[in-house]
């Protein structure tokens, strides 16, 4: 018989070790990875190209990094390039994106510091025309052949297409796990949640995909919040926030995520690629009455490589 007691039911939805077990022990195995910095970040090329991409999170303790930046320089940032320096062999590339004049820094150093794993700008516009895209598509296609050079594998539509399909299903069940994070208050905490979302950017996709879909199956199995629903509603807007006792101390405080507005959540699983209208988008010119997002005109535009 199911263990229907609340302290039971509630350490095992939150029992991180557990129910991502091998998520856990994807992330630090040997396949080759591309970091990456930005949710403009087109993953489906880095998937196709043979490499895992893993969201750069940075380090905590910057020991070198405040060396090679002035000290009002992006704190992120700064904890960024601690991570890669840290790195060493870890990973074969680097993608940017043209974000922040502190991103370009950022590439640059890279550049000239860190030679051995080689860095690619993705120059993302700030417009919706056709020389827009066409520009777009040729910084694609340039990252395109570089991954091909760097990986020795060809981006093919099939491939590409495969690549889509992985991360549109990683988006849909993000979405339902946060769409159940919300319906049952109490039961995952807003630290496990965080941590849930932050395994989804480091660790292998289809790895993760699995075990996800099935933690939330066991999830779906519980028809009700252990603790009800009147604690306090809280929203958390922001870009990149990682702070972990930062979720700890909401959680201790048994406070409710009603709504946020972050790169490292929500923002990272909107809106679905979807395999047929990446090569549709080809064959018609973007317009301003239906535009695409970057992430999504990224793939849809790569398609052609």
């Not at 570089?146 to 981006?155: A, V």
């Not at 905490?189 to 950017?201: G, N, V």
């Amino acid at each position: 018989m199911p263990d229907n007691n609340k302290d039971t039911i509630i350490k095992k939805a939150n029992d991180i070790e557990s129910s991502f077990r091998n998520t856990l022990i994807s992330w630090k195995d040997n396949s080759p990875k591309i970091g990456w910095f930005c949710t403009y970040t087109p993953e489906e090329l880095i998937i196709a190209a043979g490499f895992t991409p893993v969201r750069i999170f940075g380090n905590k303790k910057l020991e070198k990094s405040e060396s090679y930046f002035p000290i009002n320089f992006c704190p992120y940032l700064k904890s960024g390039w601690e991570a890669v320096m840290a790195s060493g062999s870890s990973f074969k590339g680097f993608v940017f994106t043209n974000s922040c004049d502190g991103m370009r820094r950022l590439y640059d150093t890279a550049n000239i510091y860190f030679k051995h794993a080689p860095s690619y700008m993705i120059d993302v516009p700030r417009i919706q025309n056709e020389k827009a895209t066409g520009f777009f598509k040729y910084n694609l296609d340039n990252t395109a052949k570089s991954l091909e050079k760097l990986g020795g594998n060809k981006i093919s539509g099939s491939r590409l297409e495969d690549a889509v399909v992985i991360m549109d299903d990683k988006r849909r069940a993000l979405q339902e796990f946060s769409d159940l994070f919300k319906k049952l208050p109490g039961l995952i905490s807003i630290s496990t949640y965080y941590k849930i979302m932050k395994l989804s950017m480091v660790s292998s996709p289809e790895v993760f995909n699995r075990e996800l879909k099935e933690y939330i199956n066991s999830l779906k199995k519980i028809k009700a919040s252990p603790t009800g629903s009147s604690a306090p509603n809280i929203m958390i807007i922001g870009n990149f926030i990682t702070e972990e006792k930062l979720w700890d101390m909401f959680s201790s405080l048994d406070l409710k995520l009603a709504s946020e507005d972050l790169c490292v959540s929500n923002r990272y699983f909107q809106g679905l690629v979807g395999t047929r209208e990446s090569l549709r988008a080809l064959r018609s010119p973007v317009t301003a009455s239906a535009p695409l997002s970057p992430r999504r005109k990224a793939t849809s535009l790569s398609s052609s490589t």
